[in-house]
């Protein structure tokens, strides 16, 4: 923030005021400031792994976290190579990750060409993947009509879809063995799945009585599968992995949206994945629930019901709960407060929407913070009319963040919390993570293969951490691969070479007894100096505080675990009335926090 720099470097000389503050790292005794109202109870600790180092043929691998930093899960990208798997899960472990989020696959219809072959996705030539799947001397898709025409010549295939995973799924994955069944040709596992172009997944497997319409799911799979091994590693480092359910097609005139016509063999598919999973993995700890990977805008819907979006999740929640009742959907959706573009919205519009994506029954979301695309900014509302950061100029222009945004993304975050209190007033029972991306809404695109996205750094992270950090009770990001692992240095060095610098994300009045003073929250705080500054002051004031001030060594109920709180003694009478006053962390070996917290005095 170029204006606020400006001001603190000038402090002396336009009389700011400023009280240090420094706490103990002891405390004597508990503190009076209340706990987020829409706790429900302090977030668990992460679990322990059994040993510290494992081997297996892909080298020798260290499961402690020596540098635990705020975020603890990351997205990945599934990867061929699975010794890649270990090392990343090492290295996300080290900075005490705990949570894994696979990126998956879509569902696809596809045309077929009057030889029987599935074409490509833009329909202009056969598709090389599924080329290869052949029985009998006939295609897959040949094969599956024939056997359908054997029940009853009336029968036919009225759409084709495909989906390519590296997972290898059970027979649980069939219902009508009769008419569906796994392709070995070679090297090469394919799945056949065939269910009425109803939607119904009809479970008589009558296909004798009547000839009738169905859709063909062709799998492209794998010899070994990948979720089982994942897990296997999971297990070892003591992580939580969410993979992702398979992906809706989009409508062509409008990709993001959901595409109606498809959404009951999606439904199909992923009751078919999940009863596969539920067969496999209910009872495996490393199975920390299933992600849905189709993202939608936060926004206050005029017809909720007929976002094809919301169905979607309202339906998966459904077959979740029936096939793995005790694991969570979790969504990321993102958030747009451009004030300058169309159907964006307002944190008031976003709580109303937040109420209604969680009504669908989803049990985690972990809204975007939007900044890596320039959606929404970091700012403080005292600080509004400053320019935006050269980064978010490309999405908003040369202006200042009261003219670019409808608010920041504290507001969105605040206003999100809120709801989730409401909602649970009425027994939804939903979690509010955040997910703050890794990146800058533009760049070379060097760490994205194709992508266009630039490289952030450790301070902006830190930054996106304050800002979300008091409402939400986990922090994930996205993506480790390879927002954190390209660059030089890379983001990922960077959070393991400063991992325990302050960062606060709230600061509030409070007493202890009768003494006034301030409590303040965030990551590694205990035993910091604490510095109070702002406008229109006297001299800058040092207190001398060796014995002053208290650090509560207990987690802060509904918050992320790491969370602290320290407080310190303040005589509220010597601050002005209505001031901004910014709260500042140093640690004791005299590294700032790399974004301060503001609190707005009411006179």
């Not at 992580?239 to 097609?249: D, N, S, T």
């Not at 062509?252 to 199909?268: N, Q, S, V, Y």
């Not at 993304?409 to 955040?434: K, N």
């Not at 709230?506 to 035993?527: K, M």
């Amino acid at each position: 923030m170029r204006g606020l720099t400006l001001l603190l470097g000038a402090a002396l000389l336009a009389a700011v005021a400023a009280i240090v503050i420094v706490s103990p790292r002891d405390s004597p005794s508990g503190s009076s400031a209340a706990a987020s109202p829409s706790a429900r109870s302090a977030t668990p600790a992460s679990p322990t792994p059994s040993t510290s180092v494992f081997s297996d043929p892909c080298g020798t691998f260290d499961t402690t976290s020596p540098t635990p930093y705020a975020v603890t899960g990351y997205w990945l990208v599934p990867t061929s190579d699975h010794c890649t798997w270990r090392s990343q899960l090492q290295a996300i472990h080290r900075v005490g990750g705990d949570t894994v989020v696979r990126l998956g696959f879509g569902l696809q219809p596809r045309s077929v060409d009057q030889e029987g072959r599935v074409l490509s996705a833009q329909g202009d030539k056969p598709d090389p993947r599924y080329e290869k799947c052949q029985e009998n001397g006939l295609t897959c898709v040949q094969a599956a009509e024939s056997a359908l025409k054997a029940a009853n010549p009336g029968n036919r295939i009225t759409w084709t879809y495909v989906y390519r995973t590296d997972e290898a799924f059970g027979p649980d994955l069939f219902r009508c063995p009769q008419m569906e069944h796994t392709i070995t040709v070679g090297g090469e596992v394919f799945y056949r799945m065939i269910a009425p172009d109803d939607g119904s997944d009809n479970p008589t497997c009558d296909f004798t009585s009547k000839g009738l319409g169905y859709h063909l799911i062709l799998v492209d799979g794998a010899v070994k599968d990948s979720l089982t091994e994942i897990l296997d590693l999971a297990d070892r480092f003591a992580m939580k992995v969410f993979p992702a359910l398979p992906l809706a097609p989009r409508l062509r005139e409008d990709p993001t949206r959901a595409d109606p016509r498809h959404i009951g063999t999606l439904t199909t598919l992923t009751r078919r994945v999940l009863q596969d999973y539920g067969d496999r993995f209910k009872d495996r700890a490393a199975l920390g629930g299933v992600y849905q990977p189709f993202e939608l805008q936060i926004r206050d819907w005029p017809d909720p019901s007929a976002v094809t979006t919301l169905q979607v999740y309202a339906e998966q929640h459904e077959i979740v709960q029936q096939e793995l009742p005790d694991k969570p959907i979790m969504v990321s959706p993102y958030l747009d407060a451009r004030r300058a573009r169309k159907f964006t919205s307002t944190p008031a519009q976003v709580k109303a929407g937040f109420m209604e994506l969680a009504r669908t029954g989803v049990g985690i979301v972990a809204p975007q913070d939007s900044r890596g695309t320039g959606k929404v900014g970091l700012f403080w509302p005292n600080l509004s009319g400053q320019p935006v950061d050269k980064r978010l100029q490309p999405i908003v222009g040369d202006t200042t963040y009261r003219d670019a945004y409808y608010g920041a993304t504290r507001d969105y975050y605040r206003a999100m919390a809120e709801a989730l209190a409401e909602l649970r007033t009425e027994d939804v029972d939903v979690q509010l993570w955040a997910n703050v991306e890794a990146f800058e809404p533009s760049g070379d695109g060097a760490c994205e293969a194709g992508g266009k996205r630039g490289v952030t750094d450790k301070k902006r992270l830190d930054s996106a951490v304050t800002f979300v950090g008091p409402y939400v009770s986990k922090i994930i990001s996205y993506k480790w691969s390879s927002f954190f692992t390209c660059g030089t240095p890379t983001l990922a060095e960077q959070v393991a070479g400063d991992w325990d610098r302050p960062i606060p994300i709230q600061a509030v009045t409070a007493s202890r007894g009768i003494q006034e003073g301030l409590e303040v929250r965030g990551y590694n705080l205990t035993g910091g100096e604490v510095t109070l500054s702002w406008f229109g002051g006297k001299e800058p004031r040092v207190v001398d505080s060796a014995a002053a001030g208290w650090a509560d060594p207990e987690p802060i109920p509904g918050l992320p675990g790491a969370v602290r709180k320290i407080w310190v003694p303040v005589d509220w009478s010597s601050i002005p009335g209505d001031a901004w006053v910014r709260v500042d962390v140093t640690s004791a070996d005299g590294r700032r926090g790399n974004a301060p917290v503001y609190l707005h005095r009411s006179s």
